[in-house]
């Protein structure tokens, strides 16, 4: 009996990753990575028997449904190897972990979950937007972009002492906005897009709730980005240098 490893890989950058997640990607037989993450990074330090499945998704390209991606960590786990499950972020942050535990669970395989640097947290960072901030916002509310908000996320939304952080949300920004709008959320409420966090092409947008849709249009933004609504997306919040610091390290 072989085992699975599900591991959270951080944002991008391999250094972000755990010292844990390293040691047992390098001890793996197999390797079922995403698209986000560090693997393009780490894929040369890998012993060359180690098999390679790219299950990446890309938004509106879906490869490998989840169910064949959790029977392919089972079926190889039964036949004896080592899995890893190599995730972009947390394994557990709209990441789907929990269905992949599920599903080793229920065949009988060994299965371990080692955490990463989540986007939610870490992508808005780079930006230099702390998701807390003493005086400014006590609580955070993640928010699957894909969904329809909920009656929790429109109160977050009007609620100026939490930060509202939404993953996977620049194709359903218009949505969001109408539906925050309709829910009269203030249309000055601030809103940073950071694209490509961690990487040489991060990028920052600032805007507002009320021209966000048309400020995120002309900017051409692109995936994977991480939507950052609420005071602590102010321009200016902390010194201007904290997020040259935090992009001159990658
Ligand atoms: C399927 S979710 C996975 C989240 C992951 N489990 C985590 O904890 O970060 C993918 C979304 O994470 C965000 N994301 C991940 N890495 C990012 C990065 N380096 N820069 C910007 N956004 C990122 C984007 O919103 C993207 O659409």
Known sequence: MGRVDLIGGGPGPADLMTVRAHRLLMAADVVVADRLGPFEE???ELAPHVEVIDVGKRPGDHPVPQH???ALLV????SGFRVVRLKGGDPFVLGRGGEEVLACEAAGVPVTVTPGVSSAISVPQAAGIPVTHR???SAVHIVNGHGDLSSGALASLDDPTVTTVVLMGVAALPRLVAAAAA????GETPVAIVENGHTERQRTIRSTIRDVVEDAAAAQVV???VI?????ARAGLLLPTTAMIAESMT
Do not use: K
């Open 228 to 232: 950052v609504i609420g005071e602590v």
């Open 223 to 225: 995936n994977p980005a």
């Open 75 to 78: 079926e190889r786990a039964l």
């Open 183 to 186: 829910h009269h959320v203030s």
């Open 135 to 137: 005086g400014v916002a």
């Open 68 to 70: 064949e991606i959790n």
């Open 42 to 44: 780490l894929r040369d």
